[in-house]
């Protein structure tokens, strides 16, 4: 399992780093943590003449709010997010998600910019935060520019960033209303297990607490990138929670049916189809009833 | 090519040169001669090849030895001082080490834990050994190994009763 050779260069800042990847072109590869590029370039599936290291680049590494949003630098590991005290009180869904990750050992050193970039169908940080409606913000030596993560994906491992760009930060805008969410993966094992099918479900009650505001569900693992839903997002918004309950069966089926997973070694299309079903029974009954006993934050 | 590399491993100072392509757990063993590091899987899966990176605990054999610059690692090897450290007299005492493969990736991710939270209950003793495999003891064992060492355990082993050695 050797790695094939290739030249390594360590960024001392962001813009340096850009510059070096402007002028390094498409064969340059940019690491953050590694757990995933390493791995690929031991399996031979990613060969980089040159790596662009990330690694020790601390301005890239922080959680802080400012006004009512939340960012999130790329170069924050797993477990400082799991671990956040403000990211606990306001986005719980996200540390819970980012939690369930690999191993320890991975958490410590993986990214959530790196997650998101690798642009696994599966990755278990993306469900959640696209269900909290989160911005990238994307530099290049030039400009910066503002992505919905709903657009970032364009395949399995690709993304729509071009070469010379590097994923900056992250940005959540705090929920006004009482809120919850709940993400709810699929693994055979308990930990070290990639997911097999992850739902995501957040909903935002209206000013009164009455009504459902907004209702955003995403999928992992069960179609070529994470999607939303936005069909059965529809048919939750704007009901009572009261109301919402009896109509989860309708969306979880609408859902299923958005859903367009495959047949793998490690579960079929149809099994994984079955499941986003049933965590989106159970995904939304857990967060509608936490809105309607006066829970969430 | 070869990077200059400054690393501080259990807590002696080392510049090295290194290619890109190695990992840091090929240089600890085959630079540095520290062969308490286990390489399992490779791939990042049994976590034989655990270290402290900064007191955290990290797979070797996934983060280039590049990436280490400037950072401070623990292995095995810096466990003990003269006297074995109190989690490792308790693994022996409590049948926690077999083969004793992953031993040494078990203790530093035990050591982690109980650095950050002294007095873990058994869920969160379970998740941290999570990246851990271990294919003799059936984990039973390390577990109660670990919670010996805990305050409120009334089971503590000899060695682990005494005082700390750090």
Redesign the interface.
Known sequence: ????????W?APSLDKALTELEISGSDAKV?AG??DL??N??KKKILPSR?I?L??LKELDFVRTQDSEVRIGALTRH?DIAADPLLKTHLPILCEAVGLI?????R??GTIGGNICNASPAADSVPPLMVLGAQLIVASKTAEKKISLDSFFSGPGETVLETGQILKEIIIELPKQRSAGCYLKLRRR???DISLAGVAFQAETTTDERRLARVAIALGGVAPTPIRVPQAEAILTGLSVDEAMTKISDCARIAAQAASPIDDVRASASYRRTIVDVFLHQSAQKVLRKLKNGGGS | ?R?PIHIIVNGEEYHLEV?????LLDVLREDLGLIGTKKGC????C?AC?IL?DG????SC???A??A??REITTIEGIAAEEPHPLQAAFVEKGAVQCGFCTPGMIN?AK?LLDANPDPDEAEIK??I???LCRCTGYNQIVSAIQSCTPSTSDRPAAARGESNE
């Open positions: 399992m050797r790695i094939r050779s290739f030249d390594y360590e690491i590694g757990t390493v791995l370039m031991k790596v290291s690694h020790n477990a690999g191993s320890w050992q991975i410590n050193v308990k930990a070290v | 090519m990077v290619k890109p392509n190695r990992v490779g791939l990042g899966k976590g655990t990176l955290r605990p990290i797979h996934l983060l280039l590049a990436q610059n400037r991710a982690a998740l941290a999570a990246g851990n």
